[in-house]
């Protein structure tokens, strides 16, 4: 790997000394960790992910809630039929923190592929947004008894989650849910 860096690294050197303007590469390569966070003892973490099969395609979205110190508690997983990658990425979120909800859980820190996603649920969102009525959803859990922290979480972090993800293609608009880790794998 360090190799492969090191090329990358002098092929960068070349380019910038070609083309002018050459920042430090060693700036643009540095190596970033991927590490789960955890809260304490009563936080739940809950990763949502959506997937498709093309842009307005067969989509569906999945994610795991687990315990802070990584046990899991729960997976779930659906198809929601024809949409866009938005839509699947929206709905797991919102499926994710009202099944959370009903659980009885009150301290969530939430993590999300997606950083539109993100994005959308921590701003206002204008009325007239094509998914307004799901973020307003989402809002209104937000605005409930319930501490919710939503984190963007590179995709490599968030593995899990895109597993159950793509198995929400594979069902026929069925939300699915195990608190059975090895009965999920098994359906591989």
């Not at 090191?6 to 050197?13: D, F, R």
């Not at 809950?46 to 099969?53: H, I, K």
Request: glycine share 8%; charged share 15%.
């Amino acid at each position: 790997m360090n190799s492969t860096i090191a090329t990358i690294s002098s092929q960068l050197q070349l380019t910038h000394q070609a083309f002018g303007n050459s920042p430090s590469v060693s700036h643009i390569l540095t190596p970033k960790m991927v590490t789960w966070q955890h809260g304490d003892e009563d936080t739940m973490i809950l990763n949502v992910d959506g997937s498709a099969l093309a842009n307005l395609g067969k989509v569906g979205y999945g994610g795991l809630i687990s315990k802070h110190d990584g046990n899991f508690q729960l997976g779930f997983f659906e198809s929601v039929g024809i949409f866009n990658i938005l839509h699947a990425e929206i709905q797991a979120l919102w499926i994710g923190i009202k099944l959370c909800w009903e659980a009885g859980y009150k301290k969530l820190m939430c993590y999300s592929d997606s950083l539109h996603v993100v994005q959308l649920v921590s701003t206002d969102t204008p009325r007239f947004h094509h998914y307004a009525n799901i973020l307003k959803l989402i809002g209104n859990y937000l605005a409930k008894d319930l501490t919710v922290t939503i984190y963007h979480i590179l995709r490599e972090g968030n593995s899990c989650a895109d597993v159950l993800a793509k198995l929400g293609l594979m069902v026929h608009n069925i939300l699915s849910r195990s608190m059975n880790l090895p009965l999920i794998y098994h359906l591989f």
